[in-house]
């Protein structure tokens, strides 16, 4: 019953509560969805098949950035003029599909990264680091959040500006 556009079915209370919290203390906007349910006994190799599905979600936020700063440089060249809420969207677009794609890459659990940490650990190593990271994935997040937000924010920011040739 997720395999639908409605984003009601996507929502998740507790993130979006967050996304409201985080705007409202005027910080890195913060929150989530529920998580996209994946069954690995599906896969044809579970170990690679799992890294594969991980990049699908930041692969495709890379190349929506790509696909809108390609719009915004277009729009330039040609010299084309558009109302500044268009040139905002365009621009907000890339920016946050830059962020979702870096934030998502973050070797932290719920995120995609910890799968790909998981991937090329020693199997040992992995088998002890995640329930670790797994039960304390969130707060260690909440804390890169609280301490590191600016530096990621100019890191998404200077992504974002080369994409659009700024």
Same mark, same amino acid.
């Given at each position: 019953?997720?395999?639908?556009?409605?984003?009601?079915?996507?929502?998740?209370?507790?993130?979006?509560? !967050?996304?409201?919290?985080?705007?409202?203390? *005027?910080?890195?906007?913060? *929150? #989530? /969805?529920?998580?996209?349910?994946?069954?690995?006994? =599906?896969?044809?190799?579970?170990? =690679?098949?799992?890294?594969?599905? /991980?990049?699908?979600?930041?692969?495709? =936020?890379?190349? !929506?950035?790509?696909?809108?700063? /390609?719009?915004?440089?277009?729009?330039?060249?040609?010299?084309?003029?558009?109302?500044?809420?268009?040139? $905002?969207?365009? #621009?907000?677009?890339?920016?946050?599909?830059? /962020?979702?794609?870096?934030f998502n890459l973050l070797p932290v659990p719920p995120l995609d990264g910890s799968t790909?940490?998981?991937?090329?650990?020693?199997?040992?190593?992995? #088998? $002890?680091?995640?329930?670790?990271?797994?039960?304390?994935?969130?707060?260690?997040?909440?804390?890169?959040?609280?301490?590191?937000?600016?530096?990621?924010?100019?890191?998404?920011?200077?992504?974002?500006?080369?994409?659009?040739?700024a």
């Amino acid at each position: 019953g997720r395999l639908t556009l409605d984003p009601r079915v996507h929502f998740d209370r507790f993130g979006g509560l !967050m996304v409201i919290i985080s705007v409202l203390l *005027g910080g890195f906007l913060f *929150g #989530w /969805a529920k998580p996209t349910p994946v069954n690995t006994a =599906n896969l044809r190799d579970r170990r =690679n098949g799992e890294v594969l599905v /991980a990049l699908a979600g930041p692969a495709s =936020n890379l190349v !929506m950035a790509l696909l809108g700063a /390609a719009v915004i440089r277009l729009l330039v060249a040609m010299g084309i003029g558009v109302p500044e809420l268009v040139a $905002q969207t365009l #621009w907000l677009f890339v920016v946050f599909n830059v /962020a979702l794609a870096l934030f998502n890459l973050l070797p932290v659990p719920p995120l995609d990264g910890s799968t790909i940490l998981f991937r090329f650990l020693p199997a040992r190593y992995a #088998w $002890q680091l995640r329930p670790m990271l797994s039960q304390y994935g969130i707060f260690i997040l909440v804390i890169f959040i609280l301490v590191l937000s600016r530096p990621l924010v100019g890191l998404i920011l200077g992504v974002a500006r080369f994409l659009v040739g700024a």
